[in-house]
């Protein structure tokens, strides 16, 4: 119950950080199903330098996608791993999770998995490819 108040709490956060920032938001979410769909998926990757590239062609500053996957790291890890990072992006890493989570019961794992190809094509590749 504490975990859906502040999950709740977080989304609130979350909510004007995206409307300040809107293409933040959807870098956090392509960066945060790119990890996902590496450790959901079998036999996925993610593309790191193709990240950092789409960061530059999406104006973010250079320090963006660390910035995203240490928050990734940090919340999915319960503080283990990564390191905090500013509130907002904090938020933006919450309302993504949520949102991929959802997709994912939505579609099912597998079909998840398949429709990521698709949508993070360069960012994502094959393991050894």
């Known amino acids: ?9 977080l989304l609130l956060l979350a909510a004007p950080a995206q409307a300040e920032d809107h293409p933040r938001s959807t870098y956090v979410t392509m960066v945060l199903q790119a990890f996902a769909a590496k450790v959901e998926c079998p036999g996925t990757d993610v593309a790191y330098q193709d990240l950092v590239q789409k960061a530059q062609q999406m104006h973010r500053p250079d320090d963006t996608t660390e910035k995203v996957r240490k928050a990734i790291a940090w919340m999915h890890t319960g503080g283990k791993m990564g390191e905090k990072q500013a509130d907002d992006i904090m938020a933006e890493v ?5 949102t ?3 997709d994912q019961r939505r579609l099912g794992m597998t ?3 398949e ?10 590749r094959s393991k050894g490819g």
């Open 1 to 9: 119950m504490r975990t859906g108040f502040l999950m709740a709490g």
């Open 94 to 98: 919450a309302a993504a999770t949520q």
């Open 100 to 102: 991929t989570d959802l």
């Open 111 to 113: 079909n998840w998995c």
């Open 115 to 124: 429709a990521q190809k698709t949508n993070l094509a360069g960012l994502i």
